[in-house]
Each structure stands twice: as structure tokens, then as C-alpha cells.
């Protein structure tokens, strides 16, 4: 049974900075693409980051590019997204979810099998 585990979230003022991580479970983590998501009371979920097998194919939203860095650690099955310079829109519920098929990018939200159950971020201005 896949699981996949977010924690880091929490309350953080405008321009700082959190660690979200992302504890995965239940099938070889080093093959699927890893992904976070995230949703905004009122808004539909959005795409924020993927990253690649081995860490080097990382994409971002425009949104968060040159914020965010999504990162993965294979030996300990996790994946991290770390935020700076924090905005109160970036106020969310984040999600990391796990490529459906290996060695296989994900297009869509549809292409992701496994969810995490969310972590609260909220910045305060």
C-alpha cells in the first residue's frame, strides 16, 4: 500500500521560509516522478513542481520559480519543496503526490496516482 507523508507546514510570516518533506512508502521510490501540489480555499488545485528519477529534471510554476526548490532523497524516500521569500498568496494546502507509472513524466494531474494527505502553509502579511 502506497503512502505518501507531508509534514513542514505551518504559519510563517511574508518573506520567510519553510521546509516542506514528503515521506513515501509502499513501492520503489527512486522510479516515479514526484510532484507538489497545492490548493487555496476557494481555488482549484495548482501544479507547483516535479522532479526527475535522480533530482536533475526539476519544472516549476511560474508562480513560485526562483522561490521554490523541490528536492528528492532516494536513500530516504522523500522528497522536500522549500519555499523563500515567502507571499501570503502562497497560503495552501500542499500535496505531494507520485507518478502513476515508472520511469514516466507526469503531464497531468490525472498522470498521478498517489496523494499525500496535505500540509497547511500560511503566510501572513
Known amino acids: 500500500q502506497v503512502q505518501l507523508l507531508e509534514s513542514g507546514g505551518g504559519l510563517v510570516q511574508a518573506g520567510g521560509s519553510l521546509r516542506l518533506s514528503c515521506a513515501a512508502s509502499g513501492r520503489p521510490f527512486s522510479v516515479y516522478v514526484m510532484g507538489w501540489f497545492r490548493q487555496a480555499p476557494g481555488k482549484e488545485r495548482e501544479f507547483v513542481a516535479r522532479?526527475?528519477?535522480?533530482?536533475?529534471?526539476?519544472v516549476y510554476a511560474d508562480s513560485v520559480k526562483g522561490r521554490f526548490t523541490i528536492s528528492r532523497d532516494n536513500a530516504k524516500n522523500t522528497v522536500y519543496l522549500q519555499g523563500n521569500s515567502l507571499k501570503p498568496e502562497d497560503t495552501a494546502v500542499y500535496y505531494c503526490?507520485?507518478?502513476?507509472?515508472?520511469?514516466?513524466?507526469?503531464?497531468?494531474?490525472?498522470?498521478?496516482?498517489?496523494w499525500g494527505q496535505g500540509t497547511q502553509v500560511t503566510v501572513s502579511s
Open positions: 522532479i526527475g528519477l535522480n533530482g536533475a529534471n526539476t
Open positions: 503526490a507520485q507518478g502513476s507509472s515508472p520511469f514516466s513524466t507526469p503531464r497531468r494531474d490525472s498522470d498521478y496516482g498517489y
